[in-house]
């Protein structure tokens, strides 16, 4: 037992920040800021050096390029912090960051995160929190702060008084003399570090620190160097759970709403010992803006402050000040970061005495996911792979889920393509035979897409509704849309109004999965892999015999003949190529070929994705007759030839898609009466 005990205190002493408990003069600590300026940084420009810390790189979205900041993308680790397909919305974050810490003007706003509800303005909040606490723990987001040694004082009850509110050492040093400082301190970060703001320590010590050097200033006749002496620098570690450097808020209801918890107030236990209630000793700085100080202030539904309390915001944002009743102003230096949904936003913008308030956000707009992929991964988080609670989620439910939920935040396009079109666009996939501007589509809707719609917590609430409720061990997409379709009546958070619309698209989105699904079993039934090679090899000798104006050598005969047109188009008609164009396919092929020649890789018609998708569907086409679907579909077949084949079936899609034996049968079943629907429509088209 002893050697475990003194294995877990080795690694935690190991996992410690060097100097956590090291004191520090303040002459040393004077040195220690000239040979790494950043140590002074102000709260904002630690902020942005934090996101920065993560790293960066260019993210295409709709063939523009934006910088995606790496520190979105769960940093820690948790694999529920990860923030997807808002990059546009993350980079005017960072940019409006980055503003405030050169000191233009965002610095002295509150930056309010705005957009509806469930978007991930709440784990940007909790993000920056961690992120702040964990960069001060590292060489180079380190800070300090300091406290006093008050033993000469036989009036005190205690021999050491930190600061309350973590401040900058510089500030002991009076405002003029410090400016020199500055000057000296911001060449070298210039040099240095290659600095691209300004550093500032700004504001005065705080009214305890104020009263303790005023006090030894007395004492040694303002020898400034003898009142340091009594400086002690420490280590400042930000911590939301210790409540240093990082504070949350939420305001309560209008009874319980107490100013003394955004500045603090007297504690009455020390007014006793000190005899006075003005007494700056006897204040309790633990104000939620005081605790924020030196790193951020997490506001969660800030609009919903009682007015009155709002002006305590407007100083600490526009002034860097609190104002304590009974005490002198506080000077912080806090990010202030608040989050609001949109109803709530459009209240207050719309009341003229808010109007100030109005004038101190700088508002962000964090919208809602409007790509399928980006909406697939959220719900990615909360389900995991594809297994839950011990049940299987069948491929596309998360997906399909995903497409609907966009589909209710997109507009109806102006341009000729459907809605479900429009999603797909958004999501990278191109139409065939189609070119779209994009860009013209993504300018129409912008600032009004992303703000209307499904919430993905809707979406999460249901899909988890579906495998509370399941008996099977596995939920498919078509048992996640009917419990998406039949709870909108039922739900507070869908807009009334819109519900026909969205069962509307609850239909839209159960046509895409039967092709989906029919497109899968087909693959899987028709699959043979050295058929598909013979047959896509024959198609590859006669495209190049066509477009060299050459005759093809039969490979087993040695015969010359035509290229064969039938045949060829008998495989390009099955992922739509038209007459008009194929000669540019067949030169696709030809093109892509030699791309691959060139670089030396191998290829084998299954490698192109397109041919092979067509191959797969010539030999479906060709041997589907052969597949008595009717008798597989009622079951009732005892053909052990049948049920060895769908066996294989079933073992092909759980290998290759990601099925259970649940939804593989189900989806063949499925995509099997679909397909003996089909060909009796056509048998019957054929009558007379
Ligand atoms: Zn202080
Ligand atoms: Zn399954």
């Not at 050097?213 to 420490?234: G, Q, S």
């Not at 500045?263 to 000793?281: A, C, E, F, H, K």
């Not at 005759?551 to 064969?564: A, L, N």
Request: charged share 35%; aromatic share 10%.
């Amino acid at each position: 037992m002893e050697s475990i005990v003194r294995e877990i205190t080795r690694e935690i002493k190991e996992s410690q920040v060097p100097d956590k408990y090291r004191p520090i003069s303040f002459e040393e600590y004077l040195r220690m800021v000239f040979e790494d300026p950043r140590l002074v940084r102000n709260a904002y420009q630690r902020l942005y050096d934090m996101i920065l810390s993560h790293g960066t790189h260019i993210a295409k979205v709709h063939d523009k390029e934006v910088i995606h900041y790496n520190f979105f993308d769960d940093p820690f680790g948790k694999g529920e912090d990860a923030i997807y397909g808002i990059d546009e919305a993350l980079k005017n974050l960072v940019d409006t960051i980055n503003a405030a810490a050169k000191g233009l003007g965002p610095e002295r706003r509150i930056i309010l995160l705005h957009g509806p509800v469930a978007t991930s303005k709440s784990t940007i909040g909790r993000l920056f929190r961690r992120g702040l606490e964990e960069y001060s723990k590292t060489e180079d987001g380190r800070l300090y702060t300091f406290e006093w040694d008050v033993s000469d004082f036989d009036d005190e009850p205690t021999d050491v008084v930190p600061c309350p509110i973590f401040e900058e050492p510089l500030r002991l040093i009076p405002i003029e003399q410090r400016q020199k400082i500055l000057v000296e301190l911001n060449r070298i970060f210039k040099e240095k570090y290659h600095g691209e703001y300004e550093l500032r320590v700004e504001g005065d010590l705080c009214p305890k620190c104020r009263f303790y050097f005023n006090r030894f200033m007395r004492l040694y006749e303002d020898d400034l160097e003898k009142v340091l002496k009594h400086v002690t620098v420490r280590r400042l570690i930000l911590s939301e759970k210790d409540r240093r450097g990082i504070a949350t808020f939420e305001p309560k209801d209008k009874k319980n709403q107490d100013e003394e918890e955004l500045t603090g107030g007297l504690n009455w236990r020390l007014v006793q010992i000190y005899g006075s209630d003005s007494d700056p000793r006897a204040f309790n700085y633990d104000g939620e803006l005081c605790i924020a100080n030196r790193g951020i202030f997490d506001g969660e539904e800030l609009l919903k402050l009682q007015e009155e309390f709002l002006y305590d915001f407007l100083h600490a944002t526009q002034e860097h000040v609190i104002k304590p009743k009974k005490n002198p102003r506080i000077d912080i230096d806090t990010v202030i970061l608040g989050r609001t949904n949109s109803p709530e936003y459009k209240r207050v913008k719309s009341n003229e005495r808010m109007e100030a308030f109005n004038d101190r956000t700088r508002k962000i707009d964090i919208p809602y996911v409007l790509r399928k992929s980006d909406e697939e991964k959220i719900y990615r988080k909360f389900f995991g792979k594809n297994r839950v609670w011990g049940k299987h989620i069948a491929p596309h439910t998360l997906e399909m889920a995903a497409l609907w939920a966009v589909l209710t935040r997109l507009e109806e396009p102006s341009a000729d393509i459907s809605l479900l079109q429009k999603a797909k666009i958004y999501d990278g996939e191109s139409i065939p035979n189609r070119t779209v501007d994009v860009k013209k589509l993504l300018d129409e809707a912008k600032g009004k897409e992303g703000f209307f719609g499904i919430s993905p917590r809707y979406v999460i609430d249901m899909i988890s509704k579906a495998l509370v409720n399941d008996v099977e061990g596995c939920i498919n997409p078509y048992r996640v849309l009917a419990m998406l379709e039949d709870n909108l009546p039922h739900h507070p958070g869908v807009d009334e109004n819109r519900i026909e619309e969205y069962k509307e698209y609850i239909e839209l989105v159960k046509e895409e999965l039967s092709a989906i699904c029919q497109e899968e079993v087909r693959r899987v039934i028709s699959h043979d892999p050295e058929e598909l090679r013979q047959v896509g090899q024959k198609y590859l000798d006669h495209v190049m015999a066509y477009l060299n104006d050459e005759k093809v050598e039969d490979r087993y005969t040695g015969e010359e003949m035509e290229p064969d047109e039938e045949f060829m188009r008998s495989i390009e008609k099955q992922i739509g190529i038209t007459e008009a164009q194929k000669d540019d396919f067949r030169q696709e092929i030809s093109n892509w070929i030699s791309e691959r020649a060139r670089k030396g890789e191998p290829f084998s018609p299954e490698h192109n994705d397109r041919l092979r998708r067509a191959l797969e569907k010539k030999l479906w086409e060709d041997k589907k007759h052969n597949i008595n679907f009717t008798a597989m579909v009622s079951d009732k077949t005892t053909d052990p030839e049948h049920k060895k084949r769908k066996a294989e079936w079933i073992e092909r899609l759980k290998k290759e898609y990601g099925y259970c034996d649940v939804c593989a049968e189900n989806v063949i079943d499925y995509a099997g009466a679909e397909v003996a629907r089909e060909e009796l429509e056509k048998r019957e088209s054929r009558l007379p």
